[in-house]
């Protein structure tokens, strides 16, 4: 097992920033990579990126290319979402993911999950 705990979100204005991080515990060397999600009121999850161990990417997200950065410390088993230029669609609960089987050209799975922390980003 994987246990991952976000936190970071919190109350913004539109055109602020703020830092995602996810800790991450247990059996950590079963997972290939990590990644960040998120749920709006009424709408679908959807996959924001996903990184590595030695630090590559996934493509981000149309909707937050150019905004968000997705980062690593293995040192620390945690990864991070530095968000920047928030805007009120980006209000959402964000979630820190793992994928035990990733492969490069295949969608992110989540195979274990942390509860989530909620952004809210006022007008």
């Known amino acids: 097992q994987v246990q991952l705990v976000e936190s970071g979100g919190g109350l913004v204005q539109a055109g602020d920033s703020l830092r995602l991080s996810c800790a991450a515990s247990?059996?950590?060397?079963?997972?290939?990579?990590m990644g960040w999600f998120r749920q709006a009121p009424g709408k679908e999850r959807e996959f924001l990126a996903a990184?590595?161990?030695?630090?590559?990417?996934?493509p981000y997200a149309d909707a937050v290319k150019g905004r968000f950065t997705i980062s690593r410390d293995n040192a620390k088993n945690t990864v991070y979402l530095q968000m920047n230029t928030l805007k009120p669609e980006d209000t959402g609960v964000y979630y820190c993911?793992?994928?035990?089987?990733?492969?490069?050209?295949?969608?992110?799975?989540?195979?274990?999950w942390g509860q989530g922390t909620q952004v809210t980003v006022s007008s």
């Open positions: 990184i590595n161990w030695n630090g590559r990417t996934t």
């Open positions: 993911a793992a994928d035990a089987e990733f492969t490069w050209g295949r969608p992110f799975n989540g195979d274990y």
């Open positions: 247990g059996r950590t060397f079963k997972y290939r990579a």
